[in-house]
């Protein structure tokens, strides 16, 4: 039998035109050879995480988005959250801090490092004098010694079984006892991330 017009090209398609219902083509459409390669990549719907893993709870940081980007050859980029910034365009002195950490920044490895760029000057502040970049992989940086002298990691306050009455009870505890982050300071939030498995 014939060969659909789409795989008329592809000599190891075993597949018969849609007429055939026991082996047929799900890619026989009709459409002329020249016409295929207009279709979007396709993305498959990703699965929906089920609650009933264990979640880590962290610190919610409020402050503005920060992004290190490490390419191969070891350049520094620093981004805030939908954009990349420059000497002339910066985000609360976000791409000078990164240009000035380098070197200890490196240590992050290649690839993209989301974070919170916080601290004085920057939506609540909490009452300090500096900035700082807090990580959000706890995944990925629970050893000091590897991370960045100049990183923080988001603190996490939970780990657990997804459960409502411990979130609330963890969200009690910080409103009585404030940051984690920057002790002392009151009203702090929390922010749920699902455990890899």
Not at 14 to 36: E, G, H, M, R
Not at 97 to 117: F, T
Not at 118 to 126: F, W
Not at 139 to 148: A, C, I, L, M, Q
Request: aromatic fraction near 12%.
């Amino acid at each position: 039998m014939d060969k659909c017009q789409i795989c008329i090209n592809n000599d190891n398609c075993n597949l018969v035109p849609k007429n055939n219902k026991s082996l047929a083509c799900p890619f026989f459409l009709n459409i002329p050879n020249n016409q295929t390669s207009n279709f979007p990549e396709f993305k498959e719907f990703k699965k929906i995480p089920r609650l009933s893993r264990e979640i880590i709870v962290t610190e919610k940081i409020d402050g503005t988005n920060g992004l290190i980007y490490i390419d191969e050859n070891n350049n520094i980029f620093a981004g805030s959250r939908n954009r990349w910034l420059d000497d002339h365009n910066d985000n609360h002195g976000f791409w000078h801090w990164a240009m000035d950490n380098k070197e200890e920044l490196l240590k992050l490895g290649k690839g993209y490092h989301y974070g919170e760029w916080m601290g004085q000057g920057i939506q609540r502040n909490y009452g300090l004098k500096e900035k700082r970049f807090y990580l959000f992989n706890v995944h990925k940086w629970t050893d000091e010694t590897v991370r960045p002298k100049c990183c923080y990691v988001v603190p996490i306050i939970g780990k657990l079984e997804f459960n409502t009455e411990k979130i609330i009870t963890l969200l009690e505890w910080l409103k009585v006892h404030g940051s984690v982050a920057v002790p002392g300071f009151p009203d702090a939030e929390v922010d749920i991330y699902l455990r890899k498995q």
